[in-house]
């Protein structure tokens, strides 16, 4: 039986299977090399943006990375084909689900300007860079913290993870009407709470 | 259409999310209005700003977790003989329950009256006469998350003077036993000790003999290190050999398999021992299954990984030569490593360490027990002590200490 988090099967398409972003379509009726290559791709495809978002609710990059692993093991109990189409989403729903179940044992209360991103630089980055963008990062975060449990979720999900409404109403179950609602007046409290010469 | 700037399909429009059906409408009103305007301009700026400033550097899972999963996914047979717990138990008969009991109990009994004791004699090399008889092969069934060859399960070996040693990079088993004797404050189950995953949580430097393999394919070179920098050597193995802590007429082989920083590979290694002067031998944390069809070790080495591994090996007389390890990389032969012993030796720090993990491991899955207890555990841990060890060693003797209180309370 498939986990389907979002009850949004209905959307499958019917002659591929691909992990979401990938221009490289599956066939169906995946063999065991197949699959083990889909699970791969998914991997490559997903990793960084899921544990960018699963340390945004955990504020702990090993326990982040401990919950992505955990959602990509339940996605190799999936029959991949019936998510197919919707594995990012179902991807972000079960890692917002991991990690809020986390968040629940863990009863983490780590205010989010004491976040200690872990970072490696990646290529090409300096570590001055890497610096100018913690402080960056840190910074918006900060600023973040004067909305809403909610308007904060929302808006990482927008454009931290670069989602769109209906991706984000299959993750948190919203209405897209709800969620723009929520975003605009996030949206109009950051406005007027960061300074002009920080936005512009 | 009219619009007021405080309308949500303003910051719909500027972020594209406007639908088809209101998006004309909607751009002529702000055509028409520069107040429209100057609020999109203003929606436009903040998206920008929180974009670029949430932008997070591109994080991966550790080697280690990418290769759990994978090893998950390698270990499922397709999508349709994916079945969930959930599934399986829609679809069980009511009267396949006292059924499957039935069988469950007679399994049991089967195993208990084969299964060989917690202090089964290593494997003996010189006379393989004395042998047991070739005992059922017991494979514990797959989950989710344990390796392919789970630490302390069989492992096959038709020859005794050859053991094929298994390539885990594994190193969970040491965060269990942590939250076990820390956090719920009490001692792990025998059956929860994975030697091998312990050890693989830290890095040795061993002084003994060592080997670099370099794949001919890829031309290596000193002064040909690549854009990254990083040598192309596909892996290295390094050994050391020191007295056993808790038998001292045997030895403890040590041995270290570092990865290429940025490249996967395949790894066999085989260890051949010397029938002239090894009695007998084994893998610590396996349980050796004489006589069995040899069945395919793991064999990846993830990027950047290290795998530990210990042996106990048993000298039937005086003498130096142990044997060999034997190792390939990606099918092609890495130089063999020669087991010298000399005695006047000094065992390295990295190397002390080492076997004190291995006697603790060894004590808390009741392998040596009788031999080994919670006194030799602490007079190893005190030699080790000292103020300059770096912080996860400390962290491991405070593990160490914690677990020797809890056994005597």
Redesign the interface.
């Known amino acids: ?1 498939s ?1 389907n988090p979002d009850n949004s099967s209905k959307e499958t398409p019917a002659s591929s299977v691909d992990t979401g972003s990938s221009p490289v379509p599956i066939e169906l ?4 090399a197949d ?2 290559k889909f ?2 791709q998914a ?1 490559t495809d997903h ?2 943006p899921l ?2 978002y699963a ?1 945004s609710i955990l504020h702990d ?1 090993d326990l ?3 919950v ?2 955990d959602t ?2 339940r996605l ?6 019936k998510i197919s189409g919707n594995v990012k989403s179902w991807l972000f729903t079960v890692c917002r689900n991991r990690s809020l179940d986390v968040l629940r044992k863990e009863k983490r209360s780590q205010p989010l300007e004491e976040i200690r ?1 872990q ?4 290529p090409g ?1 300096q570590p001055d860079e ?1 610096a100018q ?1 913690d402080e ?2 840190n ?3 900060g600023y973040l913290e004067h909305l809403t449990d909610r308007q904060r979720e929302i ?2 999900l ?3 993870q ?1 989602l ?2 209906h991706e984000i109403h299959r993750i948190t179950g919203l209405t ?1 009407g709800n969620i ?2 929520i ?2 007046t996030g ?2 409290r ?2 007027e709470i ?1 300074p002009d010469d ?3 | 259409m009219n619009l007021e700037p405080e309308d949500p399909r303003l910051t719909a429009h500027a972020l594209g999310e406007l639908e088809a059906d209101e998006l004309a409408a909607v751009e002529s009103a702000i055509a028409a209005d520069p107040l429209l305007q100057a609020e999109i301009d203003g929606i436009r700026e903040i998206q920008t700003f929180l974009t670029s400033g949430l932008s997070t550097p591109d994080e991966h899972l550790l080697p280690a977790q990418r290769e759990r999963i994978l090893r998950v996914a390698r270990g499922r047979s397709g999508p349709s003989g994916v079945r969930s717990i959930a599934s399986m138990r829609d679809a069980l008969h009511p009267w396949l329950i006292p059924a499957a009991a039935a069988a469950v109990l007679a399994v049991t009994t089967f195993i208990l009256l084969w299964m060989p004791g917690e202090t089964k004699p290593i494997k003996t090399v010189g006379n393989p006469t004395v042998e047991p008889t070739t005992p059922p092969e017991i494979s514990p069934p797959p989950t989710l998350i344990e390796p392919i060859i789970p630490d302390r399960s069989l492992i096959s070996q038709t020859d005794p003077l050859t053991l094929g040693l298994p390539v885990l990079a594994e190193k969970s088993g040491l965060e269990i036993l942590s939250k076990s004797i820390l956090t719920d404050g009490r001692l792990p189950p025998e059956d929860a000790v994975k030697l091998g995953e312990i050890l693989n949580n830290f890095q040795f430097r061993l002084s003994g003999m060592a080997s670099i393999s370099r794949s001919a394919a890829k031309k290596w070179h000193p002064d040909n290190r690549g854009d990254t920098g990083v040598s192309n050597h596909v892996a290295t193995l390094s050994s050391e050999l020191i007295s056993c802590p808790w038998q001292p007429s045997a030895r403890l082989l040590l041995i270290s398999l570092r990865a290429n920083p940025l490249t996967d590979s395949e790894v066999k290694i085989t260890y051949h021992a010397n029938p002239e002067t090894v009695q007998s031998h084994r893998l610590l944390g396996f349980k050796a299954a004489d006589g069995t069809a040899a069945g395919d070790l793991p064999s990846r080495l993830p990027a950047g990984s290290v795998v530990n591994l210990a042996m106990e090996i048993e000298p039937s007389k005086p003498g130096t030569d142990l044997g060999s390890l034997e190792w390939s990389t990606d099918g092609e032969d890495a130089p063999p490593i020669s087991l010298v012993l000399n005695p006047d030796a000094e065992p390295s720090d990295d190397a002390r360490f080492a076997a004190l993990v291995c006697t603790w491991s060894e004590w808390l899955a009741g392998d040596q027990a009788g031999i080994i207890n919670a006194d030799i555990v602490a007079a190893l841990a005190r030699e080790i002590a000292s103020s300059t060890l770096p912080p996860d060693r400390t962290e491991f003797l405070n593990l160490i200490e914690r677990s020797i209180h809890l056994e005597n309370e």
């Open positions: 039986m986990e009726k995946l063999s065991p699959r083990v699970i791969e991997i990793q960084s544990i960018g340390t990059l982040a990375r401990d992505v692993q990509f093991i190799c109990e999936q029959e991949i084909e991103w970072k490696v630089a990646g980055l890497k963008q960056r990062l910074q918006v975060l808006i990482i927008k454009f931290q670069g769109s409404y897209t723009g609602f975003i605009h949206l109009k950051l406005r960061i920080l936005r512009s």
